[in-house]
């Protein structure tokens, strides 16, 4: 192979590297940092599947009908009132009606929960969400085209979660006119479908919309009884949410003092907000038990809370409230039992439902429980002490769903009528797994791939126990990448008591880890058994070792990216720095192996023999190798490869520091 034809096999091996990692960051990018341009022009996610029949647990609106052209118009996006709900991700621009042309420019939100795109051609002229935080509602603000005439319909898409979603979701029209008298001009048009609307009822001489720029801004979006006078019509209130609405939820009242409590995150009792709590007691011989929590999805969610004797699920009995939005009680109480890692549901028997609300996207109800309740093997006993396992997700007819990292268990085994607050299972065994990935594949990996790759005509005549250097740093920084592999690994397993629950089409990083793992433990086997050089076996080693190190650090790597949008992590809220880390990282390694492959070629050129062969996967050396090492000196370039080398360990382990801290300091 000539030198131009080891050119080519380096370039195609980083730009192997590349194209995998670039995949995984658009696929990752594309479930949190929101829709890219072209989705404008067909409006669906690429999840997969089908989107949700219309009418969907969300609504678009205006809070006005009528305006000039070159003017604002606030627009609304959220759920219904009748059927409350949070959405993950969005998609919105305005349509001239007559002609679907993407038409008019949108502000940045205030509240930075969206960002702007460029539809069809144009600029600012549609929204999506900023990250995949759960969000009741947006507030947007849009301005009409100067000298446009016509109807206008903003047009949406709702993600409630990566299989339910609804497309094209539009609002009342806008009419926009060249000019408009100025007593016509807040005059509103009939609204035909009030009940898609989530804007609040005034009369015609009401204007119940004030501007407001804080940012803490929400929209109210309450729907209340017309006037008797006038049509009623439809206008827009907004508020700024008080800290106090979200602290003064009567299910932390007493807690420590008159009932124990339990929620996640961690310290979420103190400040009264958690995603989902449990408060119980003893009153006489009843177990009363309160539950609260975020809906999954506004057409059915549950919040759960089992009894367990380990921190783990499996042999527990669960008492869950599910939320059915269809029916007229649409919340009620049910018993089942974890059998493995499956919920089994058994019976309405020995619990009661007390009281339940559903507002502001959150279930809350009221139960109490018999002492004894379980069946098939599994049964618990209230006044024994145990962990408690709580959980929310989606309901899938009468079963509950899969939670995701939606949990939380007690540290330890507490008694029902303790009074005091209870801690979360820590979750420092996660960190430390995260941590010991990104020593071992973002810095050790890729220096040691480094030596490997440029350096065995460096430090020429320079050993250590007998050892070329460049062998003893590969092999050293090796052993710590397969070590911290193996223990992270071993790690994990532990912490989460066996196979992840993770459906690999949500996230495929538990597979990915285990492609990983294996790589990397048979590649210092492969090594161990390696053929004497000169053998005619040695050229199949060299490229079977060279093909599972790189296939290992590529996977190693594209793993760590989709560790991201596991919501364990708690990056899931603002991924960005750590994408923007790690998109540093693979950029800058690829530059480095293509300036060390170009100067590694074009030393090579140099020798007399044009055509030498690629030896170092052929089992032999070449001929500057081999004259250098005759010679006891290193090969021409020396000084720019330690100074490359230099640059890069100090570049790796400062973006490796600072993804280790993030782990560390996440939510």
């Not at 001239?96 to 993407?102: L, M, P, Q, R």
């Not at 309450?222 to 907004?238: I, R, V, Y």
């Not at 057409?299 to 042999?315: H, K, V």
């Amino acid at each position: 192979m000539t030198a131009r034809g080891k050119l080519k096999l380096a370039i195609k091996s980083i730009a192997a590297k590349s194209i995998v990692a670039s995949i995984f960051i658009l696929h990752v990018e594309g479930f949190s940092r929101g829709a890219p341009d072209a989705a404008c022009t067909h409006m669906i996610p690429g999840h997969g599947g089908s989107p949700k029949p219309l009418p969907a647990p969300f609504a678009i609106a205006a809070d006005k009908v009528a305006i000039n052209s070159g003017e604002n118009v606030q627009v609304a996006i959220g759920s219904l009132p009748s059927s409350p709900g949070l959405f993950k991700g969005f998609l919105i621009n305005a349509r001239d009606a007559t002609t679907n042309e993407v038409i008019g420019t949108f502000e940045v939100p205030l509240d930075d929960s969206g960002r702007l795109m460029k539809c069809s051609g144009g600029t600012q002229n549609g929204v999506t969400h900023a990250n995949n935080a759960r969000k009741q509602r947006v507030v947007l603000t849009w301005q009409s085209p100067a000298n446009f005439e016509g109807d206008v319909v903003f047009r949406g898409t709702f993600v409630e979660d990566y299989s339910n979603y609804w497309v094209n979701v539009e609002s009342e029209r806008v009419r926009v006119s060249r000019s408009i008298p100025f007593d016509k001009a807040e005059t509103p048009l009939p609204i035909t479908t009030p009940e898609l609307s989530i804007f609040t009822v005034a009369s015609t001489t009401e204007k119940t919309w004030p501007p407001t720029t804080t940012k803490a801004t929400t929209a109210l979006l309450t729907t209340q009884k017309a006037k008797p006078t006038g049509t009623p019509l439809w206008s827009f209130t907004t508020t700024v949410k008080a800290e106090e609405s979200v602290k003064s939820h009567p299910i932390y009242n007493g807690c420590g003092a008159t009932k124990g409590c339990f929620g996640m995150p961690n310290g979420c009792i103190n400040t009264g907000d958690c995603d989902i709590v449990a408060s119980y007691s003893v009153k006489g011989d009843r177990y009363e038990f309160e539950l609260r929590g975020l809906l999954e999805q506004a057409s059915g969610s549950y919040l759960a809370i089992g009894f367990s004797q380990d921190a783990a699920m499996g042999d527990d009995t669960v008492t869950e409230c599910l939320y059915k939005p269809s029916q007229v009680q649409n919340v009620d109480v049910f018993n089942s039992i974890n059998k493995g890692k499956n919920n089994i549901p058994y019976s309405k028997q020995g619990a009661k439902l007390l009281s339940s609300s559903v507002e502001d996207g959150y279930m809350y109800c009221k139960f109490e429980r018999e002492q004894n309740l379980g069946t098939d093997g599994v049964i618990t006993d209230l006044a024994m002490k145990h962990h408690l396992l709580l959980s929310r997700g989606a309901i899938s007819g009468d079963r509950i769903s899969y939670h995701g990292q939606n949990k939380a268990s007690s540290a330890e085994p507490i008694s029902i009528a303790s009074l005091s607050g209870v801690t979360s299972r820590s979750d420092v065994l996660i960190r430390v797994h995260g941590s010991m990935m990104i020593v071992a594949w973002i810095w050790a990996a890729s220096c040691g791939i480094l030596f490997a790759r440029y350096f065995k005509q460096t430090w020429v005549g320079k050993q250590f126990m007998g050892k070329d250097l460049w062998f003893v740093f590969h092999r050293l920084l090796m052993v710590l990448v397969w070590s911290l592999t193996m223990i992270s690994f071993i790690i994990i397993f532990s912490e989460i008591g066996g196979w992840s629950s993770i459906p690999s089409y949500i996230n495929p990083h538990p597979i990915l880890g285990c492609v990983t793992t294996g790589l990397a433990f048979v590649q210092p086997i492969m090594a161990y058994f390696r053929p004497h050089p000169g053998t005619s076996k040695r050229a199949l080693f060299n490229w079977a070792h060279w093909f599972v190190g790189n296939a290992a650090h590529i996977v190693g790597v594209a793993t760590i990216f989709l560790a991201i949008e596991l919501p364990k992590a708690g990056f899931t809220g603002n991924p960005g720095v750590m994408y923007w880390l790690l998109g540093s990282y693979v950029a800058f390694h690829v530059t480095i192996h293509l300036i060390f492959s170009v100067h590694q070629c074009c030393q090579s050129s140099r020798d007399d023999d044009k055509d030498f062969a690629l030896k170092e996967f052929s089992g032999h050396r070449n001929g500057i190798a081999s004259f250098n090492m005759e010679r006891k000196e290193d090969a021409p370039g020396s000084t720019l490869r330690k100074l490359l080398l230099a640059l890069y360990i100090l570049f790796v382990s400062a973006i490796g520091a600072a993804l280790i801290a993030m782990v560390a300091l996440s939510p």
